[in-house]
Every structure is written in structure tokens, then in C-alpha cells.
């Protein structure tokens, strides 16, 4: 199983980026996938998940409305997508993506199972 993020870059205070996770070993509709943001000498945190056609965005994905992120796959089904917008300081750090078998679910950082590197966004002031 591998998870390869990129798409992490320096980008302003108001500026985009789309994070990319191209996704092997896995069944797409069998699984969740999920972005997830470590902020410097913060928790990991949930920022998007889609399961595999339901979509859910915020901290412990308690909100389901798009925001300024917007979580999507390829029509492959071999990758998913981090679309951010609006970005703010707040947003620096490294975003994670993440897997766990059951489509469905969408659980905290503890419960997923397959982990990639991660890829460091960096938003400035």
C-alpha cells in the first residue's frame, strides 16, 4: 500500500493549492481517504474525508459544508484531491493523507490505517 501526497508549496495569504494523493494496493470504493493537517508542535488534525462518495470537511469532520476546502478523487479512482482556497497563515504545516478500510467512515487521525509522508504547505503572512 502507498500513499504519495505533493502539491505542498509557499504560497501567500489568500492564494490556492490542490494537494494531490495518488493512491496503490488499495480498492478506492472499499476504503476512506482523508486529508489531515499537523500544524507545528499541534495534533494532527482532520481536514476533509470522502467514503467514498460522501464527502466531510472540518476537525473531526463534524462539518459537512465545502468551505474553503474541497475534497475530491479521480475519475481513476487512484487518487485523491486537496482543493484549498483562500489559504491563511493558520493553514501552514504538513497535510497527510490517510486510509482505512470500510466505506462510510470517516474516523479521527488515531483510526485510520495507511499513512503517507505528508507534503508541507506553507502560507505566508
Known amino acids: 500500500v502507498q500513499l504519495v501526497e505533493s502539491g505542498g508549496s509557499l504560497v501567500q495569504t489568500g492564494g490556492s493549492l490542490r494537494l494531490s494523493c495518488v493512491i496503490s494496493?488499495?480498492?478506492?470504493?472499499?476504503?476512506?481517504f482523508g486529508w489531515f493537517h499537523q500544524a507545528p508542535d499541534k495534533e494532527r488534525e482532520g481536514v476533509a474525508c470522502?467514503?467514498?462518495?460522501?464527502?466531510?470537511?472540518?476537525?473531526s469532520y463534524e462539518d459537512s459544508g465545502q468551505g474553503r476546502f474541497a475534497i475530491s478523487s479521480g475519475a481513476a479512482k487512484n487518487a485523491v484531491y486537496l482543493q484549498m482556497d483562500r489559504l491563511k497563515p493558520e493553514d501552514t504545516g504538513v497535510y497527510f493523507c490517510a486510509a482505512v478500510w470500510g466505506p462510510g467512515q470517516c474516523p479521527a487521525a488515531s483510526g485510520m490505517e495507511y499513512w503517507g509522508k505528508g507534503t508541507l504547505v506553507t502560507v505566508s503572512a
Open positions: 470522502i467514503s467514498p462518495n460522501i464527502k466531510y470537511y472540518g476537525p
Open positions: 494496493g488499495l480498492n478506492f470504493d472499499d476504503h476512506a
